[in-house]
């Protein structure tokens, strides 16, 4: 019995010992911008037990100091460039129309920037609104700072942020960059806030997340008492069947010995399972 307690009490200690390491291991993230999206981002982030650094032009304003004291106790503010000194991970919470001479102020290199603004846009000749470049901002950005490691996200309504149950289950959030190893850390972020993070590829595919944010805002241009968020299902994966690199004439990815491994809630469905439920 005394041995037993004896080996208890080793193990709570060293559990004990584990959890503030773990929370040390989380990386800080330098938030710019102060307005509606991190007011809600910032809290999000501060309940999942990361530091949080605002960056403003004015950092001793009381409504920010209120905004630090809803982020945690590890939250702070500073100005633009010391919260992007102290952060491993700079979140461009600014409007679109100025994220990317907002990013030109920052020094980005060797940090991972996430990009949360939408394309540029106008409305078209049968008033509906339309992208109105080939490149999307977290690309240029991207340009701009080509030691900085760019991602984009389909980022869900701030709504989420606050309760990712809002409709029962979180909504899906694709993950773009260059870096698998940045795409990797922000899928964790996000995984860590109670959304569900999939791997979107590599930068270009920005365009395609800022295409598929106009196709959600549909129904608002339409004045409907709704609006869509994505939610990713599981799908029949050709590779149980056949072999669709050789079939489709696939490419060989260039980062495919370094994929990166988002987390995920639900086990994946083994090609066994899937042969069982599909029957052709």
């Not at 080996?7 to 959890?19: D, E, I, P, S």
């Not at 800080?28 to 990361?50: E, I, K």
């Not at 595919?205 to 196709?215: G, N, P, Q, T």
Request: hydrophobic content about 45%.
């Amino acid at each position: 019995m005394r041995i037993g307690a004896v080996l208890l009490f080793v193990l709570v200690g060293l559990g004990a010992l584990r959890a503030p390491a773990a929370a040390q291991d989380k990386p800080v993230v330098a938030v710019v911008g102060t307005g509606n999206l991190a007011g809600s981002l910032g809290p999000a982030l501060g309940r999942a037990g990361y530091a949080v650094v605002y960056g403003s032009r004015t950092p001793a304003r009381d409504s920010l100091r209120a905004l630090v004291a809803r982020s945690g106790p590890k939250a702070s503010a500073a100005t633009n460039p010391q919260a992007v000194a102290r952060a491993q991970i700079v979140v461009l919470a600014v409007p679109a129309e100025v994220v990317e001479q907002v990013s030109d102020g920052l020094a980005l290199d060797g940090k991972i920037v996430l990009d949360v603004s939408g394309g540029r846009k106008r409305v078209a000749a049968d008033g509906y609104l339309e992208l109105v470049s080939d490149t999307a901002h977290a690309e240029r950005i991207q340009a701009r700072h080509p030691s900085a490691r760019v991602v984009r996200i389909s980022l869900p309504s701030i709504a989420f942020l606050a309760n990712p149950q809002l409709v029962g289950t979180p909504p899906s959030v694709l993950v773009a960059g260059n870096s698998p190893s940045a795409r990797e850390a922000i899928a964790r972020v996000l995984f860590d806030l109670g959304l569900d993070p999939h791997d979107a590829g590599p930068l270009r595919f920005a365009r395609v997340i800022d295409a598929l944010s106009l196709v959600g805002q549909i129904p608002g241009q339409q004045r409907r008492a709704e609006l869509y968020d994505l939610k990713m299902l599981p799908s029949t994966p050709w590779s149980c069947f056949f072999d669709a690199v050789a079939a489709f004439g696939y490419g060989r990815p260039y980062d495919l010995d370094s994929l990166p491994r988002f987390p995920r809630r639900d086990p994946v469905t083994s090609c066994d399972e899937w042969r069982r439920r599909v029957r052709f």
